[in-house]
């Protein structure tokens, strides 16, 4: 119960944040499984970030072995994209979009 | 993947192309191409197999779900009420771990890019979003005087009496000046040439649309006046809408009514071309500037308070009693005199001056939304005239209550200069007086092509030089408060906006048009910029036809500022500028800003 707590503490400082449109987090399949967006949204952004993601990856190995992608960042016109990997353990990535022209 | 394969991997599969080809080609020696036809369809194929990655992710999507959680429904359709995916992992330890050791590198780089930060990337800021450029500013019209001879132009085949009279000039006359009239419905553009060697004989036109009449007729011009020589300047009245004053090659000054209706009638009256008072260069600039004694003088009359200016290249600057329509000897002549510093001190010379501008936003109407500057502030009624040698001068036009107490010979001169030229005379005797103020303005390394006083702010003057600089001066400051490097050569012109504060336009001579906003230099502090260089135009307009691309110009719409004509050749453009240029709302703050950017130091 304690993991519980600290996962919506976590989703709830980052929901919190000025402009964030919401926060999922997915595993290494690319399937979410945890969301704050609606079901479509959130499998859309689940298959295409993570798709995109693992390329990122596989573009900074292949450019040294020995390095790993740590965050991936992406700005488009309407929204920010901030993805934040982790590929050693349990392959999971959390992704935060973002909406910067809010107030 | 543990370590890097020692080729590098390429995605999707696509190289099985190649070898399957070279397979058959080997293959089939006998056989003909039929082969790899067949073989060519494979490959395409297998990629159509490996771009449905979206659909292999929403399939496992459904299948972990469906998997995972036992309350959720198997058909992969979710309909959560509580917004996450798959709550039943949010017990796994796995992910509370994970997230607390991603979280806080989240929350960071949330904080490294707060929205504003972002949005300041994105643009010049002011209400466009942060996403990056604004919206562009809208070509609304795109206007030819001569419609025939720019159609003659492009299929030209040395046979120009075919196709009518406005061929028969041997090359496209090109926009030398813009002018909105008082109303905004109009815009006048002046033709001639920019480049004529020794004296014109060649015609010019004075073309005219009424842009109210709606987009269908926009293309021809609602008038054109032919002239007998290029047209170098044009300034419509500040108040009377279809008074219109235009300077020619020839040192002449005309003046149209557009209100009449014949060509014949629409010239209202024309400069003696053979008084002394008149300039015997070509009249480089124009404007009319409203004088309290004039007004006093000709009584409650309308626009009859305004006189008319125009400034030669030969250096003399003449004051025209105009605004009746009619065009007698001018009231009051200068001649500009710089102290040369390659000669003795005492020596000047005439400058030809080359642009015009008169501070405290003469061309608005009195009692308009403008805030004229103190008196003792040095530049109201100044006005500041770029002359060829790439002097800025500061000059004092006489005001007109110094006027009357001058005495009583400047007055009858002005009066029997008026009567010898109702008679035609040509002996009104003009003291040209030297009207230079200042003259020690950091000089641009060419001629100053282009000068304008801020319509908010009297002291702020902006001057464009052929070295390509733009030069924001404090009206009181030699150094100019902030230098900025017009890309595309030359500069032709600047001009600020009637309605933003911190907005101007530069003319290239590279037939764009580029609008600046002073927004982030403003921001940066006083005098930090002054380095200067970096701000970057907000936008660039292709004044005219990429075809025949040359000096630009262009004239905002005092009446309804979002509009913007450039012009660069012989063509005509409208625009609508995007609300954050035009910026109808953000006045005073940003009249402060520019006050801040300007102060000396």
């Keep these: 119960m304690a993991e519980i707590a600290a996962v919506e503490e976590t989703f709830k400082r980052l929901q919190s944040?000025?402009?964030?449109?919401?926060?999922?987090?997915?595993?290494?399949?690319?399937?979410?499984?945890?969301?704050?967006?609606?079901?479509?949204?959130?499998?859309?952004?689940?298959?295409?970030?993570?798709?995109?993601?693992?390329?990122?990856?596989?573009?900074?190995?292949?450019?040294?072995?020995d390095n790993e992608l740590r965050f991936l960042r992406i700005r488009s016109r309407k929204h920010e994209i901030m993805v934040a990997p982790e590929f050693e353990r349990g392959e999971y990535a959390l992704v935060v979009v973002q909406d910067p022209a809010a107030e | 993947?543990?370590?890097?394969?020692?080729?590098?991997?390429?995605?999707?599969?696509?190289?099985?192309?190649?070898?399957?080809?070279?397979?058959?080609?080997?293959?089939?020696?006998?056989?003909?191409?039929?082969?790899?036809?067949?073989?060519?369809?494979?490959?395409?194929?297998?990629?159509?197999?490996?771009?449905?990655?979206?659909?292999?992710?929403?399939?496992?999507?459904?299948?972990?779900?469906?998997?995972?959680?036992?309350?959720?429904?198997?058909?992969?359709?979710?309909?959560?009420?509580?917004?996450?995916?798959?709550?039943?992992?949010?017990?796994?330890?796995?992910?509370?771990?994970?997230?607390?050791?991603?979280?806080?590198?989240?929350?960071?780089?949330?904080?490294?890019?707060?929205?504003?930060?972002?949005?300041?990337?994105?643009?010049?800021?002011?209400?466009?979003?942060?996403?990056?450029?604004?919206?562009?500013?809208?070509?609304l019209h795109t206007l030819q005087a001569f419609p025939e001879a720019a159609a003659a132009a492009s299929a030209r085949a040395g046979k120009h009496g075919a196709s009518g009279r406005a061929t028969s000039a041997p090359k496209p006359l090109v926009v030398t000046a813009l002018t909105w009239n008082s109303t905004g419905n109009t815009l006048a553009a002046a033709f001639g040439r920019h480049a004529i060697a020794g004296w014109c004989s060649e015609p010019g036109a004075l073309a005219s649309w009424n842009l109210a009449r709606g987009a269908a007729g926009a293309a021809a011009p609602d008038r054109l006046l032919r002239t007998d020589c290029c047209l170098t300047a044009a300034a419509f009245h500040p108040t009377e809408p279809a008074l219109l004053a235009g300077g020619s090659f020839n040192g002449e000054l005309l003046l149209w009514d557009l209100g009449r209706e014949r060509e014949l009638d629409a010239q209202a009256a024309k400069s003696d071309a053979l008084g002394e008072a008149r300039h015997r260069e070509p009249v480089t600039a124009l404007a009319w500037h409203f004088s309290p004694a004039e007004a006093r003088r000709a009584g409650s009359s309308g626009g009859r308070g305004h006189l008319l200016l125009s400034l030669g290249a030969d250096g003399r600057l003449l004051v025209w009693r105009a605004a009746g329509g009619k065009l007698d000897a001018p009231i009051r002549g200068f001649e500009l005199r710089c102290p040369q510093p390659s000669l003795h001190s005492a020596a000047?010379?005439?400058?030809?001056?080359?642009?015009?501008?008169?501070?405290?936003?003469?061309?608005?109407?009195?009692?308009?939304?403008?805030?004229?500057?103190?008196?003792?502030?040095?530049?109201?009624?100044?006005?500041?005239?770029?002359?060829?040698?790439?002097?800025?001068?500061?000059?004092?036009?006489?005001?007109?209550?110094?006027?009357?107490?001058?005495?009583?010979?400047?007055?009858?001169?002005?009066?029997?200069?008026?009567?010898?030229?109702?008679?035609?005379?040509?002996?009104?005797?003009?003291?040209?007086?030297?009207p230079v103020k200042e003259a020690g303005y950091e000089r641009a390394a060419g001629a100053v092509t282009g000068v304008a006083a801020s319509p908010f702010l009297a002291q702020a003057v902006l001057a464009s030089g052929a070295d390509g600089c733009l030069r924001l001066f404090h009206a009181l400051g030699r150094q100019p408060v902030l230098r900025v490097h017009a890309p595309g050569g030359a500069a032709r012109g600047v001009e600020w906006s009637p309605s933003a504060p911190l907005v101007f336009v530069a003319c290239g001579s590279d037939g764009a048009v580029r609008l600046y906003?002073?927004?982030?230099?403003?921001?940066?502090?006083?005098?930090?910029?002054?380095?200067?260089?970096?701000?970057?135009?907000?936008?660039?307009?292709?004044?005219?036809?990429?075809?025949?691309?040359?000096?630009?110009?262009?004239?905002?719409?005092?009446?309804?500022?979002?509009?913007?004509?450039?012009?660069?050749?012989?063509e005509v453009r409208v625009w609508r500028l995007p609300g954050a240029l035009a910026a109808e709302g953000a006045g005073a703050d940003a009249a402060q800003r520019l006050a801040r950017l300007v102060q000396l130091a």
């Design chain 2, 517 to 570: 906003e002073l927004g982030a230099a403003a921001g940066a502090g006083p005098r930090a910029p002054s380095g200067g260089g970096l701000l970057a135009p907000a936008a660039t307009l292709q004044a005219g036809s990429a075809a025949a691309a040359g000096r630009a110009a262009c004239a905002f719409n005092r009446a309804a500022p979002p509009l913007l004509a450039t012009a660069s050749g012989g």
């Design chain 2, 1 to 139: 993947m543990p370590a890097a394969p020692p080729r590098p991997e390429l995605d999707d599969g696509e190289p099985t192309c190649l070898d399957v080809l070279s397979v058959a080609a080997s293959a089939g020696s006998g056989a003909p191409s039929t082969a790899s036809v067949g073989v060519a369809t494979t490959p395409l194929q297998l990629r159509d197999a490996a771009c449905q990655a979206r659909e292999r992710a929403d399939a496992a999507c459904e299948a972990s779900a469906s998997a995972a959680p036992a309350a959720a429904a198997a058909a992969g359709v979710q309909r959560q009420s509580g917004g996450g995916v798959a709550t039943a992992a949010a017990g796994d330890p796995q992910l509370a771990a994970f997230l607390a050791r991603v979280g806080p590198a989240m929350l960071d780089a949330l904080e490294l890019a707060p929205p504003a930060l972002l949005q300041r990337w994105g643009g010049s800021g002011a209400g466009g979003g942060w996403g990056g450029e604004e919206p562009a500013a809208a070509l």
């Design chain 2, 348 to 434: 000047t010379l005439p400058a030809g001056g080359t642009c015009l501008a008169i501070a405290g936003g003469s061309s608005r109407a009195p009692g308009g939304p403008l805030q004229l500057p103190a008196a003792g502030s040095g530049a109201a009624g100044a006005a500041f005239v770029g002359t060829e040698g790439g002097a800025l001068l500061r000059c004092h036009l006489g005001d007109p209550g110094e006027d009357a107490a001058a005495g009583p010979q400047q007055r009858t001169t002005a009066a029997a200069s008026a009567s010898a030229a109702s008679s035609g005379g040509g002996e009104g005797h003009l003291e040209l007086r030297n």
């Design chain 1, 17 to 65: 944040h000025r402009g964030v449109l919401g926060v999922l987090v997915v595993n290494g399949d690319g399937i979410a499984i945890r969301s704050t967006f609606d079901n479509e949204t959130t499998v859309a952004y689940a298959a295409l970030v993570s798709g995109f993601t693992v390329k990122a990856r596989r573009a900074v190995r292949q450019l040294d072995a």
